[in-house]
């Protein structure tokens, strides 16, 4: 990351050394009236498609500000291939739960309501705010997308085949994730966390009979559902995922 450069934005458009941009009214307002940028400042600008660059801010207008783009410093860099099909929490844990696995590394979101979940509300605009906000805090340079919710049923069916489906087994009677990272490697994964009161017994039988389902438990205490999520992410990632990768992937050319 440029170190001293601190503020970095998501632009929507592709982005082009050269390019003379007049940024969104939202991002305007936060330059000026937030971060009290001036004119010259530099900043950094990122867009979900060709990497990152320094841009500088040409123009401070009333209500918008123009900023010309100028060097590319890194490449886009895509996460290892991990989804997360989860169940939608009390607000603030959604919140906590998204930000969290962005910070960390995914590709995809996949709400889902089981028999227990108490909501069947993500509100999709609220989480890819949140979800734009912690890939602009944390360097990153690909955003994930959030599907709109649906049934387990309809999110298993739909899982390609190839993709294993990491199912978090709070029954305590599954084997330990990292032993089963360890024999079973999966490079293309979907982990599923269940709600607040858990899977019912029924999901838990038609998970544990699809053959493409490795049933894991995370440790030997039960742990809140956004809680299980980071830790389900890390162990992928450190064990098979990103956190393996040799190449410095700050600079990764995708
Ligand atoms: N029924 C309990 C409850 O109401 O607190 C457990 C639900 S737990 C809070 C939510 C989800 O987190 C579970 O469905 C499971 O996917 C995951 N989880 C929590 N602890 C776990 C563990 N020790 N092993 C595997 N998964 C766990």
């Not at 340079?141 to 049934?151: A, D, G, M, N, V």
């Not at 017994?201 to 559902?225: F, M, Q, T, Y």
């Amino acid at each position: 990351m440029n170190k001293n450069i601190s503020i970095r934005l998501f632009c929507e458009v592709t982005l082009t050394v050269g390019d003379k941009i007049n940024l969104e009214p939202e991002q305007s307002h936060y330059l000026k009236n937030v971060m009290r940028c001036k004119i010259n400042e530099k900043i950094l600008v990122f867009d979900n498609c060709t990497g990152e660059y320094t841009a500088e801010i040409m123009h401070v207008h009333k209500r918008s500000i123009d900023i010309e783009v100028l060097e590319k410093t890194k490449s886009r860099y895509v996460p290892g291939d991990v989804w997360l099909i989860f169940c939608p929490l009390k607000k603030t844990r959604t919140d906590f739960l998204i930000e969290k696995s962005t910070e960390i590394g995914l590709r995809k979101f996949l709400p889902t309501f089981s028999n227990n979940t108490q909501t069947k509300i993500v509100s999709l605009n609220r989480s890819r705010r949140n979800i734009v906000e912690a890939v602009e805090q944390c360097g990153g340079t690909f955003i994930p997308e959030i599907l709109p919710i649906s049934s387990l049923a309809d999110v298993i069916e739909e899982l390609p085949e190839e993709r294993i489906l990491i199912f978090c087994d709070e029954s305590l009677e599954s084997r330990n994730i990292s032993e089963c990272l360890l024999l079973e490697r999966p490079a293309k994964v979907a982990i599923l966390v269940g709600p607040e009161g858990g899977f019912s017994d029924s999901e838990r039988k038609l998970l544990i009979a699809k053959k493409n389902v490795l049933p894991v438990s995370l440790g030997n205490r039960i742990l809140r559902a956004e809680t299980a999520a980071v830790v389900a992410l890390t162990m992928w990632h450190s064990m098979v995922g990103d956190w393996l990768k040799k190449e410095d992937h700050r600079n990764h050319e995708s």
